[in-house]
């Protein structure tokens, strides 16, 4: 797992880690980069179905959280036959057939694709999610189970290790800090996707701020499927990579709206599942593209755009439609009963006729939760456990400047691609990137 921030060299666990992980049965790629994200995956910095992610709680599990998108497939060769087959698939959504791919490739990943024989007896591979995310996590457990056999000092403790779905959930202790990494197995592409392509023929607000090659440098499959589809066949487009490079046009007091709404309504209309962070965050980009920049861009607006922001949230929910940012045409929230929507509607207006009081609410949840965080941290700091730093220290106990470091790293460079390439053959040089500058 990651503990980066620029000029200093990941500890012996990230490292030991992924190229334990990288070695094991040569399955990911030999040279590989990982995207991490500021955020674990139950705040939406993905776009993944969360039904069947366990419930933590910020200050009693863990203390900060982060995504990590892992790639088992990277295809960044031009001459790579790629077959994104979306006719069986929702849109936004495809199986990923392997039959193009060289004999290697196929022999390598064979146990982890479905297999669909055709009458003229040729054979299709469809590399499979969820059969992907077994495989993973059952690498990650061996490889935990051998760093956890020869304990380092520096390393973190492992605290808690699960699969939810098609995500790996991990718990480490860092000295008196607990980190939550959901790690997700994705399908890496250079370039851009066809179906999205008529989305770059529009006009945007970040046209002119960055460069359309910062946005449409990549993009992934997670490993989700729609309602209807098939979970062991079907992925999900993410553009997770090009959202990164997007935060940079968005003004910070609509940032700050975007966040007071998601603290307030999230948790509010998360039974029945309809909204979800990604939902936000969909409608503020759309917003970013429908008003005019330089009412955005008022530093003392922050209260207009949270109500603007419910305002069309509210909108979304009554008329059922919700749009993709970059695929348009696939409307997100098709799937939801009339009686879903007008339940979380009538939910919101309740929240849009006091919504200062739903903020100071979710406020005092957060000072809550820092309470406690604070209050576990004094209690561990009493304890009869030495400092590593101290004379009789234990060798093994975790420095909690690892986390801070991390923590760092995110803080300093906000709205920047956060990368991380590490050769199996060389664990000791691992390099990072924050958006095309490396170190």
Known sequence: MPFLRPGVNPNAAYKKGNGMVQKLDQKL?????YLLLSGGVREGVVDLDLDELNVYARGTDYDMDFTLLVPALKLHDRNQPVTLDMRHSALCHSW??????????ISKWKDCCTIVDHINGATNYFFSPTKVADWFYDSISIVLSEIQKKPQRGMPKVEKVEKNGTIISIILGVGSSRMLYDIVPV????????VAQSWLMENHFWDGKITEEEVISGFYLVPACSYKGKKDNEWRLSFARSEVQLKKCISSSLMQAYQACKAII????SRPKAISPYHLRSMMLWACDRLPANYLAQEDYAAHFLLGLMDDLQHCLVNKMCPNYFIPQCNMLEHLSE????????????????PAEHLRTAIEHVKAANRLTLELQRRGSTSSIPSPQSDGGDPNQPDDRLAKKLQQLVTENPGKSISVFINPDDVTRPHFRIDDKFF
């Open 29 to 33: 790629p030999v040279a590989n980069e």
């Open 187 to 194: 399908v890496s592409f250079k370039g851009w996707p066809a």
């Open 339 to 354: 009686e879903t929507v007008m339940l979380h509607a009538r939910k919101l207006s309740s929240v849009r006729s006091d």
């Open 96 to 105: 990923l057939s392997l039959r193009l791919f060289d004999e290697g490739t």
């Open 266 to 269: 999230i948790k509010l209309l």
